[in-house]
């Protein structure tokens, strides 16, 4: 059995940051790609944030980051991270984090979510 478990969200105003954490259990964790998927209170679906390929090599950023978040992973932890910086009001959201064998920038191929995390960006 995988658990996928987000942690990290909270308020912080415009302009400021949170780094989300991501932990894995059970499963092949270093056979995974990992991503970040957010869903907003007005979406109905969880859009791309971020994702990361199974050895860290390869990111992929949707364009609404715009070099504002970084992706990481740490395999011996078993660990993904979401580093966002200067955050506005439209990145408030619920926050989940994703593993799959084939997953990459859609929903498609990712098995495992986590329950997510709200981050909330207040002016």
């Known amino acids: 059995q995988v658990h996928v478990v987000e942690s990290g969200g909270g308020l912080v105003q415009t302009g400021g940051s949170l780094k989300l954490s991501c932990a894995v259990s059970?499963?092949?964790?270093?056979?995974?790609?990992m991503g970040w998927f957010r869903r907003s209170a007005a979406g109905q679906e969880r859009d791309f944030v971020a994702?990361?390929?199974?050895?860290?090599?390869?990111?992929q950023y949707a364009d609404f980051v715009n070099h504002r978040f970084i992706i990481s992973r740490d395999n011996a932890e078993k660990m993904v991270y979401l580093e966002m910086n200067n955050l506005n009001i439209e990145d408030t959201a619920v926050y989940y984090c994703?593993?799959?064998?084939?997953?990459?920038?859609?929903?498609?191929?990712?098995?495992?979510w986590g329950q997510g995390t709200q981050v909330t960006v207040s002016s």
């Open positions: 994703a593993a799959g064998l084939t997953g990459w920038n859609t929903l498609f191929g990712y098995d495992h």
């Open positions: 059970g499963g092949a964790f270093r056979s995974y790609n």
């Open positions: 994702s990361i390929n199974w050895n860290g090599a390869t990111t």
